[in-house]
């Protein structure tokens, strides 16, 4: 027997939504675009979106279908969102039928990674040396982020081999990183270790895409999937600040022996260069095609210019600000043009390269330290900085748009 159309449709739309929420698309997104979909069908569906559950009820004539985000295999890597976007669109115009989209979509979630896994260690360590230049840069710091950030992509490889572990990766690569970089202070006879120089390879695990979305929906008023997102973001970077404090007391260390003074004794040009370096190390790390990397490299330069710019003229925290603000609005100039790349695939890169900016997890580290009667709202506003930014930067362009229509 044949199933009916209106089933095949209710299927696939909550199909494709749970693959957009495994994707990390905002729900409000993620519930406009299904909407779209739908319409594009001829069919309206009532929809419940979360993060990790979508339920689509369809018209009287097709049964309804819940489809769990959270069963998934896991979350989407970052070089199967690209089809996944040209998916979606197709979806929204109407030009893929149920059958062919839930073919495609079933080929999406196979897709095999890009690189082996010794790539993707090789990657981290790169990308991390890029922001050691951009943080921190001196000939020391960069060998040691180096080191570091090919042990923690080899972790983070480790982990998706075996899922259980992939929870305790966090905790796991923080302790590890500042165990190392204790214990070699003191092995070269310093009396302190800089917190920048522990961010580099710790800079995946800060939760900037779990703030951003938080941001944009509480203020699009979807209280239950931005107050869950926000407690998850703050739960990653607890697991951070776990790892670092039971280092530092195994090794009798003390909040006042980490300090956030920034230091360069390469050049001014060095944060420059490691931009440069960080994309070519989120290229061999995220595995997107090749041909994403002028675009990924122009929004980040663009980006990082836009905060360096701001801090110079409003201070530190605000500059994460000004970065989201330039990140979104250029990153959705791009994503209009035929060849660029989606919009969201553009945005993560240059979040990663702007939140380590802020210097939230210094933040967190210190209010266990010598300073905490201010560094929650330190952190509080350094994180979150970027994330208004980026909400700004979408409301600036979606007033831009309406003008010129």
């Known amino acids: 027997m044949t199933e009916p159309l209106a089933n095949r449709q209710v299927r696939f739309v909550a199909r494709l939504g749970a693959a957009m929420g495994a994707g990390n698309y905002p729900v409000t997104l993620v519930r406009q675009m299904l909407e779209r979909a739908s319409g594009a069908y001829g069919v309206r569906n009532d929809l419940i979106v979360l993060p990790n559950y979508v339920q689509v009820i369809g018209p009287a004539t097709a049964s309804g279908t819940v489809v769990n985000a959270a ?16 998916l979606v669109s197709d979806a929204m115009a109407g030009r893929v039928s149920p059958e062919q989209g839930e073919g495609r979509l079933d080929r999406i979630l196979e897709m095999p990674g890009r690189y082996p896994s010794w790539v993707t260690v090789l990657g981290y360590g790169v ?16 060998v040691v982020a ?16 075996i899922g259980l572990v992939s929870h305790l990766v966090p905790a796991i690569s923080a302790f590890a990183v500042s165990a190392i970089c204790i214990a070699g202070a003191r092995h070269l006879g310093y009396d302190h270790v800089s917190l920048r120089a522990l961010i580099p390879p710790l800079a995946m695990f800060l939760p900037g895409a ?7 929906e509480l203020t699009a008023r979807d209280v239950i999937s931005g107050s869950s997102r926000l407690i998850a973001g703050f739960m990653q970077i607890a697991q951070l600040a776990f790892g670092i404090l039971i280092a530092t007391q195994l090794l009798g260390a003390d909040g006042s022996q980490l300090s956030p003074e920034a230091l360069n004794k390469i050049g001014p040009w060095a944060p420059w260069v490691g931009v440069a370096v960080y994309t070519l190390g989120v290229m061999l790390f995220l595995a997107p095609p090749l041909s994403f990397l002028p675009w990924v490299g122009g929004i980040a330069y663009v980006a990082f210019a836009a905060q360096f710019l ?76 970027v994330s208004l930014g980026l909400q700004a930067g979408l409301v600036i362009w979606q007033l831009v748009r309406r003008r010129a229509t």
């Open 127 to 142: 990308q991390s040396a890029g922001l050691a230049l951009v943080l921190e840069p001196t000939p020391l710091n960069l």
């Open 210 to 216: 779990a703030i951003t979305l938080a941001v944009v």
């Open 71 to 86: 069963n998934l295999k896991s979350e989407l890597r970052f070089d199967q969102m690209f089809p996944l976007a040209g």
């Open 310 to 385: 701001g801090g110079l003229v409003v201070g530190s925290y605000a500059s994460g600000f000004c970065g989201g603000v330039v990140l979104t609005v250029a990153a959705l100039a791009v994503s209009r043009r035929p060849s660029a790349p989606p919009a969201i695939t553009l945005i993560l890169p240059g979040f990663w390269l702007l939140v380590p900016g802020s210097m939230g997890l210094i933040g967190v580290t210190e209010l266990f330290g010598a300073d905490g009667d201010s560094a929650l709202p330190a952190t509080l506003i350094s994180m979150i900085s």
């Open 146 to 161: 180096t080191v570091l950030g090919f042990m923690v992509g080899f972790f983070c490889a480790v982990g998706q081999r």
